[in-house]
């Protein structure tokens, strides 16, 4: 996952904005009229230009015309080019976040789900929909825009591996909810059940509706076994490609890290070379090293941040240091480091050790408050 990811749009109230139209720029209520095409096979036509508000707005439309297959096709293709897009393309300010807290929105609340069940439950119409998705796979075009104001251009290339991955495992979820519902049983369950809860609010958990809800999951549980989901794709694009593209932006610096630190957690921050001398971390850097880091810091503006992790198993060696800066209205400074470990299909296991990590970054004072995260990250196996 992208550093940026670890942000928290300051917007998401604007979940509530189900209603794309209200908010995104109108692209297929009026088509030219020599196209001859209705609004929902303009979307269909030119579903790979479109971004995720725009390709949402079409499933809408298409829905609207009572194209089911339609609406689905967009729809997923709308799937695949949000979460492409917010992995991709880092907002540039508060409103850029916003923006992208409104897609995270729409999808949490309205289109994250599979469309409509019809196009799956006949398996040549199914496979038609599965065909025309792998054909025309989403990729990057020059004059494209998400939708929201972005920084750099460090990850663009990263944008068809990203989203190819993204479809990949979309078509995995898609594909073993197709083979259900080409179960007879299974489908006749599920529709009961769609009938039954459409429009409920809270369900007694004792009342005879929970009891028949609890009857038709039996029977579709009951219906789909042996029904085995492929293999789980396989990412092409691993978590570490992201932090380590280096992004001039980020105002922040990464020195040193390393598998040999301490074994307690801990998180210090040094405003002299004396101080850092006089630490942990000369005990885990070589002279060399720690001295070439120090000759770098213009301690009367920058501030040196230590983080480390404490005990890890299954370690890649990939550490980084996703955000180091100074919030000088509050005078604090928040640090947050992933660190990767190896995937579970990998052969072999990951390294132990105590991880840690050292970055630099322009601030004040440091006995204001401190804040600080880490997480994991799956890394790229290693070659055999």
Same mark, same amino acid.
């Given at each position: 996952?992208?550093?940026?990811?670890?942000?928290?749009?300051?917007?998401?109230?604007?979940?509530?904005?189900?209603?794309?139209?209200?908010?995104?720029?109108?692209?297929?209520?009026?088509?030219?009229?020599?196209?001859?095409?209705?609004?929902?096979?303009?979307?269909?036509?030119?579903?790979?230009?479109?971004?995720?508000?725009?390709?949402?707005?079409?499933?809408?439309?298409?829905?609207?015309?009572?194209?089911?297959?339609?609406?689905?096709?967009? !729809?997923?293709?709308?799937?695949?080019?949000?979460?492409?897009?917010?992995?991709?393309?880092?907002?540039?300010?508060?409103?850029?976040?916003?923006?992208?807290?409104?897609?995270?929105? !729409?999808?949490?609340?309205?289109?994250?789900? !599979?469309?409509?069940?019809?196009?799956?439950?006949?398996?040549?119409?199914?496979?038609?929909?599965?065909?025309?998705?792998?054909?025309?796979?989403?990729?990057?075009?020059?004059?494209?825009?998400?939708?929201?104001?972005?920084?750099?251009?460090?990850?663009?290339?990263?944008?068809?591996?990203?989203?190819?991955?993204?479809?990949?495992?979309?078509?995995?979820?898609?594909?073993?909810?197709?083979?259900?519902?080409?179960?007879?049983?299974?489908?006749?369950?599920?529709?009961?059940?769609?009938?039954?809860?459409?429009?409920?609010?809270?369900?007694?958990?004792?009342?005879?509706?929970?009891?028949?809800?609890?009857?038709?999951?039996?029977?579709?549980?009951?219906?789909?076994?042996?029904?085995?989901?492929?293999?789980?794709?396989?990412?092409?694009?691993?978590?570490?490609?992201?932090?380590?593209?280096?992004?001039?932006? @980020?105002?922040?610096?990464?020195?040193?890290?390393?598998?040999?630190?301490?074994?307690?957690?801990?998180? @210090?921050?040094?405003?002299?070379? @004396?101080?850092?001398?006089?630490?942990?971390?000369?005990?885990?850097?070589?002279?060399?090293? !720690?001295?070439?880091?120090?000759?770098?810091?213009?301690?009367?503006?920058?501030?040196?941040?230590?983080?480390?992790?404490?005990?890890?198993?299954?370690?890649?060696?990939?550490?980084?240091?996703?955000?180091?800066?100074?919030?000088?209205?509050?005078?604090?400074?928040?640090?947050?480091?992933?660190?990767?470990?190896?995937?579970?299909?990998?052969?072999?296991?990951?390294?132990?050790?105590?991880?840690?990590?050292?970055?630099?970054?322009?601030?004040?004072?440091?006995?204001?408050?401190?804040?600080?995260?880490?997480?994991?990250?799956?890394?790229?196996?290693?070659?055999?």
């Amino acid at each position: 996952m992208p550093r940026w990811l670890s942000f928290r749009p300051r917007s998401l109230c604007l979940i509530a904005l189900v209603l794309i139209g209200s908010c995104a720029q109108r692209t297929f209520a009026s088509p030219p009229p020599s196209t001859g095409l209705s609004p929902c096979s303009l979307a269909v036509e030119r579903r790979l230009e479109l971004n995720a508000f725009e390709l949402f707005e079409a499933t809408n439309i298409c829905a609207s015309e009572d194209k089911k297959f339609e609406a689905n096709l967009v !729809l997923l293709t709308g799937q695949v080019r949000a979460m492409t897009d917010m992995t991709i393309f880092e907002p540039a300010g508060e409103g850029d976040e916003g923006r992208v807290g409104e897609l995270y929105g !729409l999808i949490y609340a309205t289109y994250g789900g !599979l469309g409509f069940d019809e196009p799956y439950v006949d398996k040549a119409r199914s496979d038609e929909l599965f065909s025309l998705l792998r054909a025309t796979p989403i990729e990057l075009g020059a004059s494209y825009n998400p939708g929201w104001s972005y920084k750099g251009e460090a990850r663009r290339d990263l944008y068809d591996g990203v989203a190819s991955d993204q479809l990949a495992v979309r078509l995995w979820n898609v594909e073993h909810l197709a083979k259900l519902l080409q179960i007879p049983a299974y489908l006749e369950a599920r529709q009961a059940m769609n009938k039954l809860t459409s429009g409920q609010g809270a369900i007694d958990v004792n009342s005879p509706v929970m009891e028949e809800i609890r009857r038709l999951q039996t029977v579709m549980n009951e219906a789909a076994q042996g029904v085995e989901e492929g293999p789980e794709p396989v990412m092409t694009v691993a978590a570490s490609e992201f932090y380590s593209e280096p992004n001039e932006e @980020d105002g922040f610096r990464q020195v040193a890290s390393g598998l040999n630190g301490p074994a307690a957690a801990q998180y @210090d921050l040094f405003k002299s070379a @004396d101080e850092v001398r006089s630490s942990w971390i000369a005990s885990h850097v070589t002279d060399q090293k !720690l001295e070439a880091v120090l000759a770098d810091i213009d301690f009367e503006t920058e501030t040196l941040g230590a983080m480390a992790i404490g005990k890890r198993r299954n370690l890649s060696g990939n550490i980084y240091v996703t955000d180091f800066d100074y919030e000088q209205e509050f005078g604090s400074y928040n640090m947050n480091v992933a660190v990767g470990v190896l995937p579970e299909d990998c052969e072999g296991d990951g390294a132990e050790g105590f991880p840690f990590a050292l970055a630099v970054t322009s601030g004040g004072d440091i006995t204001g408050s401190r804040g600080r995260g880490t997480n994991n990250f799956p890394d790229k196996c290693p070659e055999q």
